[in-house]
């Protein structure tokens, strides 16, 4: 059974740093891409970076082209995104995501595989 647990969220002011982290278990890590999404209150999910189980491809979405890299260990099967310049418009859940392929998608449908979410707030 696949499992994705977020860690790393939490309150920051604006201009501020945070990196989190998601351990995957279950399944084999390094044969599918994985994503990072977020959701605000009253939102859809949105896609926030997704990475082929390479890393050779990398994809942001443009709210967070510059400032957000997402990196991943297929050693220690982790996932993980570096977050700068936070802004108080990147207020929101995190969650990691698993996708079913080996390519990057970066709408929901594509991963099946979700973490629990961790809450990232940044104050202005």
């Known amino acids: 059974q696949v499992q994705l647990v977020e860690s790393g969220g939490g309150l920051v002011q604006a201009g501020g740093s945070l990196r989190l982290s998601c351990a995957a278990s279950?399944?084999?890590?390094?044969?599918?891409?994985m994503g990072w999404f977020r959701q605000a209150p009253g939102k859809g999910r949105e896609f926030v970076a997704g990475i082929s189980r390479s890393g050779t491809n990398i994809y942001y979405s443009d709210s967070v082209k510059g400032r957000f890299t997402i990196s991943r260990d297929n050693v220690k099967n982790t996932l993980s995104l570096q977050m700068n310049s936070l802004k108080p418009e990147d207020t929101a859940v995190y969650y990691c995501?698993?996708?079913?392929?080996?390519?990057?998608?970066?709408?929901?449908?594509?991963?099946?595989?979700w973490g629990q979410g961790t809450q990232v707030t940044v104050s202005s």
């Open positions: 995501a698993r996708s079913a392929r080996t390519i990057v998608g970066v709408t929901p449908s594509d991963y099946p595989y």
């Open positions: 279950g399944g084999t890590f390094n044969i599918y891409a």
